[in-house]
C-alpha cells in the first residue's frame, strides 16, 4: 500500500478514497477507519447477523416505495409524513434543496461539509462564504454571520450544528433567535446531520420549530446516526410546502432494500441505539483526553462524534496522512481540501479506546520519532501550511499552549488598579467558548507579545510614584506611551492612566518616609533617564504606596488562555497537566453538567431520539 497511498488521495478532489478502494490496494482488508464519521457501536452484531441471514432476500427484490418507508420512520419519530422527505443520504437532499430553493446565493460558514460550498457553485449560485476564525477557536458568532448575510444580500443561509469538522455547537435558543432574525430569507437550512452525538443540552434540534416556519429545513442523517453510510439514507423535516416539494421531485424508488430493512428493524432496537450514543460521547471525551498529552497537538471542543485537531508545528497534514496509512494501517482525514481550513488540522473520527491508544501510538512515532517527548522541528521556510502566523506556532510550540512563561508573575506584581480603571477587551465572563479545548491556544495579545525585542518586557509596568519634591519642579512632560502593536491589546500602565485615577504627591506626607529613604528616591527619578517602557517601582516603595490609599479591590488580571464559558466549572480533569479546564468544557458544552438521567428502555418518541444525555 506504501507506494500508491499519494495517488490514492489525488484521485479524490473532495475527499478521502473510499474504503474499497483502500481494501483492493491492501490484499482486501482495510484500516482501522479514523476517516468516515459514524457510529461503531450501531448496528449491533445481532442486527449484523439479522441482515447477513436476510442478505438474499434484500438484494434480490425491489423495496417498498419511498412513501412507505418514510411512514415508517415518521411512526419511529413521531413527525407527521406530510414534513418528512427521505433522500437517498443528505447529499441527494442537498441537490434537490439547491435545484428547487436557492434561487441566486447562498451564505455558508466554512470550514463546513464540502456539498455546502460545491454544490450551489457547480450549479452557478453565488456562495457567500463567512470565515470561522482560528484565533476565535472556529466558534460561529451568529450575530457577526446575521451582520454578513445582510452586508451581502444572500437569500438563503446554512447552519451545520454540530459543524463539521470542528464539532461547534450552538444551543438551541440561539439558533431559534437565528431564524427569528432571518425571517424574510428565501430559505434558511439547519444541518442537524450529528446532532444526535451532542450531549450539551437535553433538547437541542429545532425540528418542531421548522414544521411551523414557512422557510426553514432541518437536515438529518441516518447513515452516520446508525453507522451506516453504504446505505444511503437520510431525511429532511419542514412544513408540509417545504417538505412536499422536495418530496415529489424525488425517484419513487430512491431508497434502497437495506434502507427498508433497517428502517423496520429499528423500532425493536430503540435502547441498543441510545446506549450507542452514550458510549460515543464516553469515548468522545476519553479520546480528547489522550490527544491533549501529545506535545504541541491542539484540540479542538465536539459535540460530533469527532474531534479536529492542530498538528504541531512542522507537522505536514498529508505526510503525517499518509505515514498513518502506509505505516499503521490507520486512515484520518486531512483538512487542507476544505475550504476554510489547511493540511495543518485533522478530523479524526471517535473510536473505542483500543483503536484510539493505536492511533495515538502512531502519532507518537509519525510527529516526534521512536521517543516520547522528542521535539517537534521548528518552523522552516519549506512548510507549505497557511494556518495562523508563524509567531502563534512558535509560541504554541516553546510553551505547548500555556502562553509566554512568566508573564503571569510579572502581572501579579503590579499594584491595584483604581476601580475606575478597567482592563481593555470583554470581560471574562464574554470570552468566546469555542476556543481550543485541551491545549489552550495563546492569546492573540500574548502570540504578539512573543514577537518582542528580548530586553523589552511583555507587560508595560507602571511608572515609580512621583516623590514630594523639596522646591517646586518644573510641570513635567507626560510620558509618551509604549508603541501600540497591531492588534494586540495593550494593558493599562501608569501612562494610560487619567491623573485624577493616580495618587497626588502632595497627598504623601514627609513624615510617613524615612529621610534617608526619600533622598535616595529623589536622587534615582533625577539621575534615571526617561525610558518610552515604564519600569516597575521597586517592592518597598510598592507596599509604601499601598500603605497610604484606602484598601480596594484589585480587578481580575486577565487570564492567559481564554477564559471558560459562563457557568463552566474551573476543577481540574485528571490528564490534563492541570490546566483546570473541565469534562464540560471538552465537551463543548455551554451549559453546566446536566443530572443524569435513566436509559430509556424502548424507542424515543416525538423526536427525543436525538435529544437524550447520556
Known amino acids: 500500500m506504501a507506494d500508491n497511498v499519494a495517488s490514492l488521495f489525488r484521485g479524490t478532489a473532495a475527499h478521502s478514497p473510499s474504503m474499497a478502494a483502500l481494501a483492493r490496494e491492501s490484499d482486501g482488508v482495510g484500516p482501522i477507519d479514523f476517516c468516515i464519521p459514524c457510529n461503531p457501536y450501531f448496528p449491533t452484531p445481532g442486527m449484523f447477523d439479522e441482515l447477513a441471514g436476510r442478505l438474499r432476500e434484500i438484494i434480490t427484490y425491489y423495496p417498498s416505495s419511498a412513501d412507505t418507508i418514510t411512514a415508517e420512520l415518521c411512526s419511529l419519530l413521531q413527525l407527521p409524513p406530510s414534513c418528512v422527505a427521505m433522500g437517498n ?16 446565493s447562498l451564505a455558508i460558514p466554512v470550514p463546513t461539509f464540502g456539498r455546502w460550498t460545491d454544490q450551489p457553485m457547480e450549479t452557478g449560485k453565488r456562495v457567500d462564504m463567512f470565515p470561522l476564525m482560528e484565533s476565535n477557536g472556529f466558534a460561529l458568532d451568529p450575530a457577526q454571520y446575521i451582520e454578513f448575510i445582510r452586508a451581502r444580500g444572500t437569500k438563503v443561509a446554512v447552519i451545520c450544528n454540530p459543524n463539521n469538522p470542528d464539532g461547534g ?18 430559505l434558511i437550512v439547519i444541518d442537524e446531520s450529528f446532532l444526535e452525538f451532542a450531549d450539551a443540552e437535553n433538547d437541542p434540534s429545532v425540528v418542531e420549530e421548522a414544521v411551523l416556519r414557512p422557510n426553514v429545513i432541518v437536515l438529518r442523517s441516518l447513515g452516520k446516526n446508525f453507522g451506516l453510510h453504504g ?17 415529489s421531485m424525488l425517484p419513487k424508488w430512491n431508497l434502497n432494500s437495506f434502507a427498508e430493512t433497517v428502517v423496520f428493524m429499528l423500532k425493536e432496537h430503540g435502547a441498543e441505539y441510545m446506549e450507542s450514543l452514550h458510549l460515543v460521547r464516553r469515548d468522545r471525551l476519553d479520546m480528547a483526553r489522550q490527544l491533549s498529552a501529545l506535545p504541541g497537538l491542539t484540540v479542538y471542543p465536539s459535540q460530533g462524534n469527532f474531534l479536529f485537531v492542530r498538528l504541531p508545528v512542522g507537522a505536514e497534514g498529508t505526510v503525517v496522512r ?4 502506509a505505516e499503521h494501517r490507520i486512515l484520518v ?24 491508544r493505536r492511533l495515538v501510538s502512531g502519532l507518537e512515532q509519525v510527529l516526534y520519532g521512536s521517543r516520547r517527548g522528542v521535539a517537534v522541528p521548528e518552523l522552516g521556510t519549506g512548510n507549505s501550511y497557511s494556518s495562523g502566523t508563524a509567531a502563534v506556532d512558535r509560541l504554541v510550540s516553546e510553551t505547548n499552549g500555556a502562553g509566554i512563561p512568566g508573564l503571569a508573575a510579572q502581572a501579579a506584581a503590579m499594584p491595584s488598579l483604581p476601580p475606575a480603571q478597567t482592563w481593555p477587551g470583554p470581560p471574562p465572563s464574554q470570552a468566546p467558548s469555542g476556543m481550543p479545548g485541551l491545549v489552550p491556544a495563546p492569546a492573540p495579545a500574548a502570540a504578539a507579545a512573543s514577537m518582542m525585542p528580548p530586553q523589552q518586557p511583555a507587560v508595560p509596568m507602571p511608572m515609580p510614584m512621583p516623590m514630594p519634591m523639596p522646591t517646586p519642579a518644573p510641570q513635567q512632560q507626560p510620558m509618551p506611551a509604549v508603541a501600540q502593536m497591531p492588534g494586540v491589546a495593550q494593558m493599562p500602565g501608569a ?8 495618587q497626588p504627591a502632595a497627598l504623601m506626607q514627609p513624615a510617613q518616609m524615612q529621610p534617608a529613604a526619600q533622598m535616595q528616591q529623589m536622587q534615582q527619578m533625577q539621575q534615571a533617564p526617561m525610558s518610552p517602557v515604564p519600569q516597575a517601582p521597586s517592592p518597598a516603595l510598592q507596599a509604601q504606596a499601598r500603605s497610604m490609599q484606602p484598601p480596594r479591590q484589585a480587578p481580575a488580571m486577565p487570564a492567559m488562555a481564554p477564559a471558560p464559558a459562563a457557568g463552566l466549572g474551573q476543577t481540574g480533569m485528571p490528564g490534563l497537566r492541570n490546566r483546570g479546564l473541565t469534562a464540560a468544557q471538552v465537551r463543548g458544552r455551554t451549559e453546566p453538567e446536566p443530572t443524569p438521567t435513566p436509559q430509556p428502555t424502548g424507542w424515543p418518541a416525538a423526536g427525543a431520539m436525538y435529544n437524550q444525555v447520556g
Open 231 to 247: 446505505i444511503r439514507f437520510g431525511y429532511l423535516v419542514a412544513n408540509p410546502a417545504l417538505a412536499g416539494k422536495i418530496r
Open 333 to 356: 482525514r486531512e483538512c487542507g481540501n476544505k475550504i476554510g481550513s489547511s493540511s495543518r488540522f485533522l478530523r479524526l473520527v471517535v473510536r473505542p479506546q483500543t483503536d484510539v
Open 495 to 502: 501612562a494610560q492612566m487619567q491623573p485624577a485615577q493616580m
Open 169 to 186: 455547537f450552538l444551543s438551541r435558543r440561539t439558533v431559534v433567535n437565528f431564524m427569528d432574525q432571518l425571517q424574510d430569507l428565501d
Open 89 to 104: 443520504g443528505s447529499t441527494e437532499l442537498i441537490t434537490w434543496i439547491d435545484h428547487l430553493l436557492v434561487r441566486e
Open 322 to 325: 499518509d505515514r498513518l496509512l
